[in-house]
């Protein structure tokens, strides 16, 4: 089974300072995929960056960057600069990837707890 | 409008109600999820379908039910409501095939068993 912790339920930053939220994972799969999402206060889901488990090279999105440590099963997101508006919920999933003989369990997105980030100015 | 719609978007009912929560989308997207959010549990899985004829069982599936009645359309149902099933409830879609496919997401519906 798959397993999500982000051990931060909240975290602070000075605007323009850089963060870094961390996410672990457990899986014994070799081939899965890795999202960051954020949840404003107004609620919607906004998909920010994703990294494969195979993929050389950590994921960059603008200011949000992956720190994907395979052997460690960390994936820990860090935006630069950030800003007010940076002020969230952050979310950390994973999915399986590659396809199986049921294909039934393949896909499906499992969340972490989520960590609260507030941005002083 | 929105890729991906819930309805309604926030609903208080009673103990022992039947409720149904809808969710469509134009994304053309074979695949949607339900999932209920709790403070400090982040979101977890009721039901999946990967197609019209294809539905299964998430992490915290019991005292739900779904119903996939066209690739756009995917229905989640609480029989018999109970207050602890208060909570925002998200739809979500997702391609089939591409290993980077994020999930797209509804507005939520926050529900409130009283």
């Known amino acids: 089974a798959q397993k999500i912790t982000q051990t931060q339920p909240g975290m602070f930053v000075q605007e323009k300072e850089a963060v870094t939220l961390d996410c672990t994972y457990d899986?014994?799969?070799?081939?899965?995929?890795l999202f960051w999402y954020k949840q404003p206060s107004s609620g919607e889901m906004i998909f920010l960056i994703y990294q494969g488990s195979y993929d050389e090279q950590n994921a960059t999105e603008g200011r949000y960057s992956l720190n994907f440590q395979k052997a460690r099963k960390s994936a820990n997101l860090v935006i630069s600069a950030s800003q007010l508006g940076d002020s969230a919920m952050y979310f950390c999933a994973m999915r399986k990837r590659g396809s199986n003989a049921g294909g039934t369990s393949y896909g499906k997105l499992t969340f972490g707890q989520g960590t609260i980030l507030t941005v002083h100015p | 409008d929105a890729d991906v719609t819930q309805t309604p978007r926030n609903r208080i009912t009673k103990t022992g109600k039947r409720i149904m929560l809808e969710c469509s989308q134009t994304?053309?997207?074979?695949?949607m999820y339900w999932y209920r959010q709790d403070p400090g549990l982040g979101l977890r899985l009721i039901y999946y379908?990967?197609?019209?004829?294809?539905?299964n069982k998430g992490e915290i599936s019991d005292g739900y039910s779904v119903s996939r009645q066209a690739q756009a359309k995917f229905s989640l149902s609480l029989e018999s409501a109970i207050p602890n099933q208060t909570a925002l409830y998200f739809c979500a879609t997702s391609e089939t095939g591409r290993e980077a496919a994020e999930a797209f997401f509804g507005q939520g519906t926050r529900l409130t068993v009283v």
């Open positions: 899986t014994s799969d070799q081939s899965y995929g």
């Open positions: 994304k053309g997207h074979d695949r």
């Open positions: 379908s990967f197609d019209v004829k294809d539905i």
